[in-house]
DNA sequence: CTCACTGCAAAGTGTTTGCAACGTT
DNA sequence: AACGTTGCAAACACTTTGCAGTGAG
């Protein structure tokens, strides 16, 4: 779990207690809480911790580019540890979120972004919002 | 310009000037504009239209399908009356959206969403961040 | 005439900020 | 010891709501 306060060193960011439970709480979840979600989840273990300070950290770290900030239509946005491209499938009943690993080859779009409209791409994602298998199973 | 008025009617909505307003303001315009950008754009022509007007007419609107709304991780939301589906190039230094309407094929992803994870796609978003053609020609 | 819509102000929700105390480096 | 970080409360920005009055159907 030293390979944490690593990345956090690495960036310049103190490895204080609440910062490295965020942290570590955001790496071993597939769940992509909301700021309240990963509040919720520590305040048992860190009963002191402020929201304040949750909304902090995930701002430096996602600053740091430790972990993904992103919104899918909802009131709140999301947080994500896990860095390498993958795109997310949500729910429209449950509201959960799933991972896609699959890779999609967008090579040929950007190109074609890049020679039509002068539009250099930097990164991109995908979302995909349909029933997941649980919820269609239920819906039966 | 009946044609607004159809759809809004089509959906058992009351045909108001304020309605027709906004919503042919979006169907007129491809900025993608925020609830602001819509009431600012209006506002010398309804003096007396409100802010919350604004907000209960895109909700109005969104409900009945007739526009999208969305968020590019943002503070506020866009709308967008162009139904087709199409994906967003958002400009990181200017903050303009551009449209791509050229046709990406994901069935064979939306095929694989299905058979590995049991999830039924119902819609999808796609979003490319980057540098605008005009933004890159200032930069140098 | 009815009921959906408007406009205003007030409330709500998620997020950010100011600042003194604290704790990592 | 210095300076980034924390925790609290207050401020903020965007959005929603309650309600009386209005106007489209």
Redesign the pocket.
């Known amino acids: 779990m030293n390979k944490l306060?690593e990345n956090?060193?690495a960036n310049?960011?103190?490895?204080?207690?609440?910062?490295l439970a965020i942290y570590s709480y955001l790496a071993n979840t597939n769940e992509h809480p909301?700021?309240?979600t990963i509040y919720n989840s520590l305040k048992d273990d860190?009963p002191?911790?402020?929201?304040?300070?949750v909304?902090?950290?995930?701002?430096?770290l996602r600053d740091s580019h430790l972990i993904k900030e992103f919104?899918l239509g909802e009131?709140?946005?999301r947080y994500d540890a896990h860095m390498e491209n993958h795109c997310h499938l949500l729910c429209t009943k449950c509201h959960r979120v799933f991972d896609y690993y699959g890779d999609i080859d967008l090579k040929h779009v950007m190109y074609e972004l890049k020679s039509t409209f002068g539009f250099d791409t930097e990164s991109f994602d995908m979302n995909f919002y349909g029933i997941c298998e649980e919820c269609s199973r239920e819906q039966s």
């Open positions: 306060a956090l060193k310049k960011l103190k490895v204080t207690p609440q910062r909301t700021v309240e860190y002191a911790m402020s929201l304040a300070t909304y902090k950290t995930v701002a430096s919104n009131d709140s946005n």
